[in-house]
């Protein structure tokens, strides 16, 4: 038999018995110091019960640490099956993870490319607004212009044509 820790303690009632027996043994022996066979036989019966639950204790002492034992080395395998499911999902982001700092890469050269051609077409479109406001000025003062000449050339005409008739009388007259 292997040699543990020390056995527990039997149960209350065990004890109690046990060292009724015992006393009952010890009391006999104070009074005429030898045992009679009765007694001899109720510590020899004491004694193989004592043994028998000694025994008994062992025996469930050591099912319960095989249990144990079977219990760890089934976590010990759920541990090792959790690390390659853990290392397996790792793997599988992984080519992700690369794929997708390449694109933030990308995308922040693109920004960074997209920032002085923003203010380059914004500085455009002020100038472009600037030069259609200017032609849009020009035209208008053109229009007014040809406005002006329109009604300078009708006016002459008129002028021209009523001098031409006073002139066309004053030859009539003196015909």
Not at 52 to 69: D, F, L, N, P, T
Not at 133 to 159: G, R
Request: charged share 35%.
């Amino acid at each position: 038999m292997i040699q543990t820790a020390p056995p527990p303690p039997p149960p209350p009632q065990q004890q109690q018995a046990l060292l009724t027996q015992s006393s009952q043994i010890s009391g006999s022996l104070s009074f005429n110091g030898n045992m009679t066979k009765e007694e001899e036989e109720m510590s020899k019966s004491a004694l193989s019960t004592f043994r028998a639950k000694e025994e008994e204790i062992e025996k469930k002492k050591m099912e319960v640490k095989e249990r144990v034992q079977a219990q760890l080395g089934r976590i010990e395998e759920e541990t090792k099956r959790l690390a390659n499911i853990r290392l397996e999902l790792e793997s599988l982001a992984d080519p992700m993870r690369k794929e997708v700092s390449a694109v933030r890469k990308k995308i922040d050269s693109v920004n960074k490319e997209l920032k002085p051609l923003g203010q380059t077409c914004q500085k455009k479109e002020r100038e472009y607004k600037e030069a259609l406001e200017a032609f849009n000025d020009k035209n208008k003062e053109k229009v007014q212009l040809i406005t002006k000449l329109m009604e300078l050339v009708s006016e002459s005409e008129k002028l021209r044509m009523k001098k031409l008739e006073e002139l066309s009388k004053s030859v009539e007259i003196t015909r």
